[in-house]
């Protein structure tokens, strides 16, 4: 975890997501908080980071979500470098199915 990031302001934001019981109240909360193309960009990242874990290549992640090559490898580089958060969401999404 980033200390840049860590702060009580932070962790109110956060508090405030883990509070949400809903998809409906993920989606209210999200489109006030974050622009339509902030909440496409992060959905965007998530399906190649998704993709990323199915061994699909750039080519077909590219034409699948529409993401550029400097995307799509900002996103593995988190997958392989990151605080493995990518991995804690995908794993519990695949447990959940």
């Known amino acids: 975890m980033s200390n840049k990031l860590k702060c009580q302001e932070t962790d109110q934001l956060f508090q405030g997501i883990?509070?949400?019981n809903s998809l409906e109240e993920c989606y209210q909360f999200f489109e006030d908080i974050c622009t339509i193309n902030e909440i496409q960009a992060m959905t965007q990242r998530f399906q190649v980071a998704k993709m990323l874990r199915e061994d699909k290549v750039y080519t077909e992640i590219s034409t699948k979500?529409?993401?550029?090559?400097a995307t799509i490898s900002r996103v593995?580089?988190?997958?392989?470098?990151?605080?493995?958060?990518?991995?804690?969401?995908?794993?519990?999404?695949?447990e959940k199915e």
């Open 18 to 20: 883990c509070s949400l």
């Open 65 to 69: 979500t529409g993401a550029s090559t």
């Open 76 to 94: 593995k580089r988190a997958l392989n470098y990151g605080t493995d958060g990518y991995d804690l969401v995908i794993n519990r999404l695949k």
